[in-house]
């Protein structure tokens, strides 16, 4: 079954403990991206890969690290989190048009 | 920054009734108009798409109108059921390079469908 897989779903940690996002797509897609949602604000793009090696920031990549070693894997660390990083995080993947999402990561930093 | 600014923010409708989401960006540097649907727990999923040379397209249940020059675009779902009950998300795809052809996606619109 083509998937995007992201782990841990529900994650709750402390301000400055450092974590990281796992996320795998099994569909050979080049590119991937992770997305923050919040209340009001929709999804808003942290940071995407074009393809291994390749990595850009989105619109809020401020406390957040990727980094795209193969092409099935885009992991998000987030090396000292903070409250205001508490959301659902979402991993996508796509070939050409159509943006295939995993199931969500719900954070929360106390 | 583009923006996609999307209302409403929430919609409560009766089965049956006719469900309305719009939606209006600011530029004119998009050249894909997606619809995505959101249950609770899940990922957003691709609904229906529509590019800039048509004016609308049908899908079961679901249109999309787009009007260019307004530069707004709006989801309409007939026939409400329960069963659509989900937050719903405009977005649109740049064209300029700078931007990767990345997907600005607006604040989304929970609906309720009424049994």
């Known amino acids: 079954e083509a998937q995007v897989t992201q782990n841990p779903r529900y994650l709750i940690t402390v301000t400055g403990k450092k974590l990281t996002v796992t996320c795998s797509q099994n569909m050979n897609h080049e590119y991937m991206s992770w997305y923050r949602q919040d209340p009001g604000l929709g999804l808003r793009q942290i940071y995407y890969s074009m393809n291994v090696e390749v990595t850009d920031k989105g619109d809020v990549p401020e406390g957040y690290k990727v980094s795209r070693k193969e092409k099935r894997n885009f992991p998000l660390i987030l090396e000292s989190p903070s409250p205001n990083q508490t959301s659902l995080y979402f991993c996508?993947?796509?070939?050409?048009?159509?943006?295939?999402f995993g199931e969500g990561s719900r954070l929360t930093v106390l | 920054q583009q923006q996609v600014k999307q209302s409403p923010q929430s919609l409560i409708v009766q089965k049956g009734g006719i469900s309305i989401i719009n939606c209006a960006y600011e530029n004119t540097a998009f050249d894909y108009f997606p619809w995505y649907q959101q249950f609770p727990g899940k990922g957003p999923a691709l609904l229906i798409a529509i590019r800039p040379d048509v004016s609308e397209k049908k899908e079961g249940r679901f249109t999309i109108s787009f009007n260019k020059s307004a530069k707004q675009f709006s989801l309409h779902i007939m026939d409400s059921q329960p069963g659509d009950s989900a937050t719903y998300f405009c977005?649109?795809?740049?064209?300029?390079?700078?931007?990767?052809?990345?997907?600005?996606f607006g604040s989304g619109t929970q609906l309720t469908v009424l049994p």
């Open positions: 996508a993947s796509k070939s050409t048009g159509e943006l295939f």
């Open positions: 977005a649109a795809r740049g064209i300029s390079s700078g931007s990767a052809r990345q997907l600005t």
